[in-house]
């Protein structure tokens, strides 16, 4: 059963590093949430080591720049692993073929199609049309407000020439503000419900586990998985994640489940404990908000 606890010091002690999600956790899309930056400057004064470890489609330059422009205090954090890094990695070890079909937005088609420098001979992607292409990269829908279902006659030709589908973002949906959007991961739900393969590189999938790892062991810090904590507001991505790599985590109720846990500065139990059941997941800890 999960504890519920006030604040990130009651237990951040025990650990040496951080594994932290972004939307609905330090920031909302828009603008950061001060008690969150506050809580991770205080972590890393004492030490403690902070890895954002966000379903992004961005490389994590693009990142940075994100949360610069939203005001997100550069001292909160270390470094950044994102499902973009990850999923370019294997598109240009040629996971989807050469010729791909792009599903996402202009700013993404900019940033992640650039070359992986620290690669050996990547493979030469090209984009190309759907009946030309070997396979597809989706880093987010065309329209981050328009139905999934929209893409279903291009899934459906996409599953008879047996194309398997590159997903940049796990996410199903994102809160920007007062607004939610789909992500990648609701596409690449429908086209796997579809009968389509898709292969996933962000939360919960190990692939963003292992090179956030290897981002912490770029800072020097060899820590051991007992002494490190993933937080996030996401149940089947920062929860389920965190559970299948045996890490402890702690679950922010106040985001994306905020009305079904009915959190106001902190979760209800009754409602939480049923989230929970229904989710069939148990963080370690819980809390209304990062603070």
């Known amino acids: 059963m999960t504890q519920i606890i006030n604040t990130l010091a009651e237990v951040s002690d025990r650990y040496d590093a951080l594994f932290v999600d972004l939307w609905g956790c330090v920031h909302n899309g828009v603008e950061p949430f001060a008690d969150a930056v506050s809580a991770l400057q205080d972590y890393r004064a004492k030490g ?12 994590r330059e693009g990142v940075t720049a994100q949360l610069d422009q939203i005001g997100v205090a550069r001292d909160s954090w270390d470094t950044i692993a994102t499902s973009g890094d990850s999923a370019r990695a294997a598109m240009f070890q040629g996971v989807v073929g050469e010729k791909v079909y792009f599903i996402g937005t202009e700013v993404e088609d900019e940033t992640f199609f650039k070359p992986l420098k620290i690669m050996d001979d990547p493979v030469d992607i090209q984009k190309a049309p759907l009946d030309e292409a070997e396979g597809i990269v989706c880093t987010g829908p065309f329209d981050s407000m328009a139905d999934p279902d929209v893409n279903r006659p291009a899934f459906l030709y996409a599953k008879q020439k047996r194309l398997k589908l590159l997903c940049a973002n796990p996410d199903i949906v994102v809160d920007r503000g007062e607004r939610r959007e789909w992500c990648a991961g609701a596409l690449a739900r429908l086209y796997t419900e579809m009968g ?9 999938h190990p692939p963003i586990y292992d090179l956030a790892r290897r981002r912490l062991l770029s800072l020097g810090a060899d820590v051991p998985d007992g002494r490190i904590l993933c937080i996030g507001d996401g149940l089947p991505t920062d929860i389920l994640g965190a559970s299948g790599e045996a890490l402890d985590s ?11 846990t009915k959190t106001d500065k902190q979760p209800d139990p009754d409602a939480l404990d049923q989230v929970l059941a229904d989710a069939q997941l148990s963080p370690t800890y819980t809390i209304g908000y990062l603070r």
């Open 250 to 260: 702690i679950f922010i109720s106040g985001g994306l489940a905020a009305k079904e």
């Open 196 to 204: 389509g393969e898709s292969l996933y590189f962000g939360k919960p």
């Open 48 to 59: 403690g080591k902070v890895v954002l470890l966000t379903n992004s489609p961005r490389p």
